[in-house]
């Protein structure tokens, strides 16, 4: 893995580019990376395929804002995070956390 690469990624990450809505095509180009080079170090660095680890970083943000602000609608935080159909985050939410959105946000209130 070259550094220019997990620079540019760890910059990716660091300024939560991962919301914005762009193919993995058009990430690799930003950051002045090939896709092969992204695709490796998914594989090699994260342990994951791209989709995923990007998935999973965009749920992690949902939980982030929604422990700021649990007043946050499910619409809202989707679109937040580049997710731009609720049915498709909600999916999305559940398949990382193991848990449905409504079920996630009941405990979380519980906690406060």
Same mark, same amino acid.
């Given at each position: 893995m070259?550094? +220019?690469?997990?620079? @540019?990624?760890e910059? !990716? ?7 914005l $809505?762009?193919?993995m ?7 002045g ?5 992204l695709?490796?170090?998914?594989h090699?660095v994260?342990?994951?395929n ?7 970083? +965009?749920?992690?943000? @949902?939980?982030?804002? !929604?422990?700021?602000d649990?007043?946050l609608?499910? $619409? ?5 995070v580049g997710?731009q159909d ?5 999916r999305?939410?559940?398949e ?16 406060v």
């Amino acid at each position: 893995m070259n550094a +220019r690469t997990t620079l @540019a990624l760890e910059k !990716w990450v660091m300024d939560k580019d991962f919301c914005l $809505v762009e193919t993995m095509d058009e990430i690799a180009d930003r950051l002045g990376i090939s896709k092969s080079q992204l695709s490796d170090y998914c594989h090699v660095v994260v342990r994951d395929n791209f989709p995923t680890w990007r998935k999973k970083l +965009r749920i992690m943000e @949902a939980q982030r804002l !929604w422990k700021e602000d649990p007043s946050l609608t499910v $619409v809202m935080v989707a679109a937040l995070v580049g997710i731009q159909d609720k049915s498709n985050f909600r999916r999305q939410f559940f398949e990382v956390t193991g848990q449905n959105v409504s079920k996630w946000l009941g405990e979380l209130k519980d906690r406060v």
